[in-house]
């Protein structure tokens, strides 16, 4: 069975600082990957995702993320954090079995500090 | 614009009550889920559908059931709402395929009093 590891529930950073927030996956075949954002009394918003191809994923505000195969990880980064970057991140996998069936991180609060 | 939308944000119900949750999408989605979102515990998946009239249990399906007749319509059911259903559940839709996106509904905070 598979499962996502968010090492870190809790992140703080100050503005301008590097966001590092990290995503462990256990998986015997590999996943597509997904960062989704949760703002205060929101739904999840999709970040970013990695299906194939490029491993170096570009997604909105700025965020990016690598998938490291043989580390298992798809950790999201961003050189400059911005107050408005404050939030819950998930990290979750999918597979074209099982419809499609996702499985999320247990999210990470990132707090920016002025 | 595409849109999952929750019947409502805020419900309080009573213990035994029976509850439904309506999810409704207007992206002709194929596939619908329910979560339930509890703090330190991430998302859990509780049913599925990738098909009108057809579900599938997730993790955690225990005191819960749901109706799909419609497409674009998913439905969650407490038969007997208990105080440990406290939650904000969260109902997503997609299309067909590992590689697609889920589009979220902003969530239902249920309160079993």
């Known amino acids: 069975a598979q499962s996502v590891t968010q090492l870190g529930s809790h992140v703080s950073v100050s503005e301008g600082a590097l966001v590092l927030l990290r995503c462990n996956y256990s998986?015997?075949?590999?996943?597509?990957l997904f960062w989704y954002v949760q703002y205060p009394n929101q739904g999840l918003q999709l970040l970013l995702k990695?299906?194939?191809?490029?491993?170096l994923v570009k997604g909105i505000n700025g965020f990016e993320a690598e998938f490291k195969k043989s580390e298992t990880s798809f950790h999201l980064t961003k050189p400059s954090a911005h107050m408005s970057d404050a939030a819950e991140y998930f990290c979750a996998v999918r597979y074209n079995t099982n419809a499609g069936k996702s499985t999320f991180g247990d999210g990470t609060t990132l707090t920016v500090k002025p | 614009d595409v849109k999952v939308t929750q019947s409502s944000r805020y419900l309080v119900k009573r213990t035994g009550e029976k509850v439904f949750l309506e999810c409704v999408q207007d992206?002709?989605?194929?596939?619908m889920f329910w979560y339930r979102q509890d703090p330190g515990l991430g998302l859990r998946l509780i049913y599925f559908?990738?098909?009108?009239?057809?579900?599938e249990k997730g993790d955690i399906p225990e005191g819960y059931s749901v109706s799909r007749e419609k497409k674009e319509r998913f439905s969650l059911i407490l038969e007997s709402a208990s105080t440990n259903q406290t939650s904000m559940y969260l109902c997503?839709?997609?299309?067909?395929?590992?590689?697609?996106?889920?589009?979220f509904g902003s969530g239902t905070q249920l309160s079993v009093l």
């Open positions: 990695y299906t194939t191809g490029a491993t």
């Open positions: 559908s990738y098909d009108v009239k057809m579900k």
């Open positions: 998986s015997s075949v590999p996943p597509y």
């Open positions: 992206m002709d989605h194929e596939n």
């Open positions: 997503a839709s997609s299309l067909v395929g590992g590689l697609e996106k889920l589009f």
